[in-house]
């Protein structure tokens, strides 16, 4: 199996601090991770697509498409409290939510 090293904040880097990045990982095994679509390097590159407007490259959503996706996709991780908390929402107004969008909890 082999070993690598992840870099997950790349994209936040300056580019003087991105091509110093380059320059230490010559050689080395890493894997970085870029949203951005005109990332230039002389690395290997993989890209990976969805289905999921959330992940789209350039994409903002608006903000009924993601709370839908929020709550699509984490009721099953956070109880309703935690997701209306962290959504900025009452534990009703997600209900309604949930009803607006069609969205069954799953027990």
Known sequence: MRSYS?????????KSEKLKVYNILE???????????????DFTKLELTT?????????????????????FN??????????SKKL???RKSLWE???KYGINKKK
């Open 6 to 14: 992840t870099l997950l904040t790349f994209k936040i880097l300056k």
């Open 88 to 90: 900025g929402i009452s």
């Open 97 to 99: 939510k949930r009803k």
């Open 51 to 71: 289905d999921s407007k959330i992940l789209d490259q350039g994409d903002i959503l608006c903000i009924d498409d993601y709370v839908k996706y929020v709550i």
């Open 27 to 41: 050689g080395k095994r890493a894997i970085i991770c870029s949203t951005d679509p005109n990332e230039e390097s």
């Open 74 to 83: 984490f009721q099953n991780k956070f109880p309703d409290t935690e997701l």
